[in-house]
């Protein structure tokens, strides 16, 4: 068993570039132990991740404010405050933040992460 408290005094959140649209920071919760990690991450309006699959699949915690998440091919869906999201295995898809709201979820993933391109502004636009 390990217990991973909470962040740590001096802690500065981590600014997230490479896979990311927008301004978007993250906090780790638990680093990655047997395959599984688990952070806090805040979407500032209009921001969110590239596409991307889990190799095990995603909970999706919603701690705050509104947003979208997408799966490949299909209408964005709204998410907000109190929302809890499974991604299974291998689904393409992108989740973060609605324009005219912040967001924060926390996101445990399962398995390794498969980053890809980064969403069209028009793939985006259609989640109203």
Request: overall charge negative; hydrophobic content about 40%.
């Amino acid at each position: 068993m390990k217990v991973f408290r909470g962040r740590s005094e001096g802690a500065v959140s981590e600014q997230r570039s490479a896979t990311f649209s927008g301004i978007v920071y993250a906090d780790p919760i638990m680093p990655k132990q047997d395959g599984v990690m688990i952070g806090h991450v805040f979407f500032t309006p209009g921001s969110r991740t590239y596409w991307h699959t889990h190799e095990v699949g995603q909970v999706l915690t919603v701690t705050s404010g509104r947003g979208f998440v997408c799966l490949d091919g299909e209408t964005p869906l709204e998410i907000r405050q109190g929302d809890v999201v499974w991604i299974p295995a291998d689904e393409r898809h992108w989740h973060g933040a609605a324009t005219d709201s912040f967001m924060s979820h926390i996101a445990t993933s399962i398995g390794e992460t498969r980053w890809e391109e980064e969403v069209e502004q028009a793939v985006y636009a259609a989640a109203r």
